[in-house]
């Protein structure tokens, strides 16, 4: 289930974070105009978990390499709050919160990775934390004139987190597997 801030870095693929430097930090820092839900289907419909962006931790400091069109990074993870994303309604809450095992696993953890840019595109590769288990995702992301924000989808299957769909009436209403983790990331430097 992110960042995803999955999605954290992609500036520093701009040339006034990396000239020449093989090893640099930065200061990133995430506005409150930033955006990132959770959309998924049922049998019977379509829900959204948004996510406070009040939750997301501000500032970030962020250790890059920069080798050729390849970033690598550390320090750049974000820890989402389960209780930081609200579906609508209380009965979609608790589901989502039984799906997650938000008793025992109360964080999702993003980490990128790498950031690799190739024929004009933007990818990403995050390692995410769901319930104890990792699985990482080369995501594409979406970087517009003002480099200040950062659009992407990533999808995911809830089975490989070993989390298992929510059943209701019976097995009538299931919730699917796939699910998509949006994000647009304003960033300030």
Not at 171 to 180: A, F, K, R, S
Request: glycine share 6%; hydrophobic share 40%; proline share 3%.
């Amino acid at each position: 289930m992110k960042t995803l801030l999955i999605f954290l870095l992609p500036a520093l693929l701009s040339s006034s974070f990396v000239k020449g430097n093989l090893e640099n930090t930065k200061e990133v820092k995430i506005r409150a105009s930033s955006t990132l839900f959770i959309k998924g289907t049922s049998s019977v419909n379509t829900f959204i978990c948004n996510y406070d962006a009040s939750h997301l931790q501000a500032t970030k400091i962020v250790r890059f390499q920069k080798i050729n069109n390849l970033l690598k990074l550390d320090g750049a993870t974000l820890e989402l709050q389960n209780i930081g994303f609200d579906c609508g309604n209380k009965g979609i809450n608790k589901d989502f919160h039984q799906l997650l095992k938000t008793d025992k696993f109360p964080h999702i953890k993003l980490d990128v990775n790498e950031i690799l840019t190739e024929d004009n595109k933007i990818t990403s590769f995050v390692t995410i934390t769901i319930a104890g288990i990792q699985k990482s995702y080369w995501v594409p992301v979406t970087v517009p004139e003002s480099n200040l924000a950062y659009d992407g989808v990533l999808c995911i299957n809830i089975l490989d987190f070993n989390l298992t769909p929510t059943k209701k009436m019976m097995g009538l209403i299931v919730v699917h597997e796939e699910i998509e983790i949006n994000f647009n990331l304003n960033l300030g430097f």
